[in-house]
């Protein structure tokens, strides 16, 4: 069954280093995300993805963070700047169509803040 | 931004008994409604999903009910089984799915 496949599984970094989550979306899927969940807490949407724009971003995701997808398969979350509170598993996931509401999500990224 | 509620942190159940797990939301607008079942250290897996012009929907041992005019839903596991012990997650989105808005989770515990 095809899946989200995200690398590495574990991050750990220095507070101001600049960190790349990499993601492989389902290859047939045109619609990414990145969400977040801290230790205990939600799963935050940050940002989606459609045609090699933004569709929409939440106020987590401000000037640190950036996404791209550089070539047909890769999806990658980059921040340029890491704090404490960016501790957490971030999450990839795509979405097939236009019209199909489910979102596939990939095993998740821990990232580390030290 | 507490657009989708789950009030219940945690559910223990028997196993072999029905399972009921509780969703509030605040957006009328909301389109597609989805239930996702978490292990730890995996990503959420989609479960099922609802239009909002059901109200029902079913797929084997889940159903979810979807009571628009309340603003909730809920997923039912019949019967449950200790493998179905996962945190439970629900989430909403509009007609466009640019953002999915996901509810703080519900830890399922199936006793043997």
């Known amino acids: 069954e095809p899946e989200v496949t995200q690398t590495p599984s574990h991050q750990v970094t220095q507070m101001g280093q600049e960190v790349i989550l990499r993601c492989v979306p389902i290859s047939n899927h045109l619609y990414f995300y990145w969400y977040r969940q801290i230790l205990g807490q939600k799963v935050e949407f940050l940002v989606s993805f459609y045609n090699n724009e933004i569709s929409e971003k939440s106020e987590i995701f401000d000037d640190q963070f950036s996404v791209e997808r550089p070539d047909g398969s890769n999806f990658t979350l980059k921040i340029r700047s890491t704090k404490l509170e960016d501790s957490a598993m971030y999450f990839c996931?795509?979405?097939?169509?236009?019209?199909?509401?489910?979102?596939?999500f990939g095993s998740g990224t821990q990232l580390s803040v030290l | 931004d507490q657009q989708v509620k789950q009030n219940s942190p945690s559910l223990s159940v028997q196993e072999g008994r029905i399972s009921i797990l509780n969703c509030d939301y605040t957006n009328s607008m909301f389109d597609y409604f989805l239930w996702y079942k978490k292990y730890p250290a995996e990503g959420p897996t989609f479960l099922i999903s609802?239009?909002?012009?059901?109200d029902k929907n079913e797929d084997g041992r889940f159903t979810v009910f979807l009571n628009k005019s309340a603003k909730h839903l809920s997923l039912h596991i019949v019967p449950s089984q200790p493998g179905d012990s996962a945190v439970y997650f629900c989430?909403?989105?509009?007609?466009?799915?640019?953002?999915?808005?996901f509810g703080s989770g519900t830890k399922l515990n199936v006793k043997p």
């Open positions: 989430a909403a989105s509009l007609y466009n799915f640019n953002k999915f808005y």
């Open positions: 609802i239009s909002s012009i059901k």
């Open positions: 996931a795509s979405r097939e169509t236009s019209t199909g509401e489910k979102l596939f």
